[in-house]
Antibody
């Protein structure tokens, strides 16, 4: 079965960076977009961007461009997201999410357990 | 950019039907997905492509989308359906590519 296992909770100071990892298993890693979605405490869901694990190409939400970097390591079936210049507004749970259907810009089918980042 | 609206809350008696709306300008021309999120858990996809259910999701969950409103319908509501529900769509024309609604809290009385 599809599994996305994320790194543990992290605490950072304002101005610092954080890097969250997501280990994928149970499917062909290079066959599906992996997205990052975040949720501030008590708030709704916010899409941050996606990475194509096959090509490494990325697409970021406009508001995060220049401040986030998504990468992948095909040797270990993992993706990473680094957020720089952190502020208190970046305090949130960050989810790694696999697309339901390959590389179609559609539904977010499988979610990781979330990584709580506190700034 | 595309803006989605949802009622903040919906209350329903067990066994009855809950309808959660998601409003947006000509949303019927878009493909809408729905997610359920219980406290302390990651979201779960319950309806995709307007009206399809992923495997494992009960038939009690159904979706429709037309005009300016998409609707998630939960039939024969159970206590375990109490959760936040979010609609979401992909909008290639705007600056925000993946758009989520603000969410609706479903309370089972």
């Amino acid at each position: 079965q599809v599994q996305l296992v994320q790194s543990g909770a992290d605490v950072q100071k304002p101005g610092a960076s954080v890097k969250v990892s997501c280990q994928a298993s149970g499917y062909t890693f290079t066959g599906f977009y992996l997205h990052w979605v975040r949720q501030a405490p008590g708030q709704g869901l916010e899409w941050m961007g996606w990475i194509n694990p096959n090509s490494g190409r990325t697409k970021y939400e406009q508001k995060f461009q220049g401040r986030i970097t998504m990468t992948r390591d095909m040797s270990i079936n993992a993706v990473f997201m680094e957020v720089s210049r952190l502020t208190s507004e970046d305090t949130a749970t960050y989810y790694c999410v696999r697309a339901l259907q390959g590389f179609a810009p559609g539904a977010l089918g499988h979610w990781g357990q979330g990584t709580r980042v506190t700034v | 950019s595309f803006v989605l609206t949802q009622p903040p809350s919906v209350s329903v008696v067990p066994g009855q039907t809950a309808r959660i709306t998601c409003g947006g300008n000509s949303i019927g021309s878009k493909i809408v997905n729905w997610y359920q999120q219980k406290p302390g858990q990651a979201p779960l996809l319950v309806v995709h492509d307007d009206s399809d259910r992923p495997s494992g999701i009960p038939e009690r969950f159904s979706g429709s989308n037309s005009g300016n409103t998409a609707t998630l319908t939960i039939s024969r509501v159970e206590a375990g359906d109490e959760a936040d529900y979010y609609c979401q769509l992909w909008d290639s024309s705007g600056g925000h590519l993946y758009v989520f609604g603000p969410g609706t809290k479903v309370t089972v009385l």
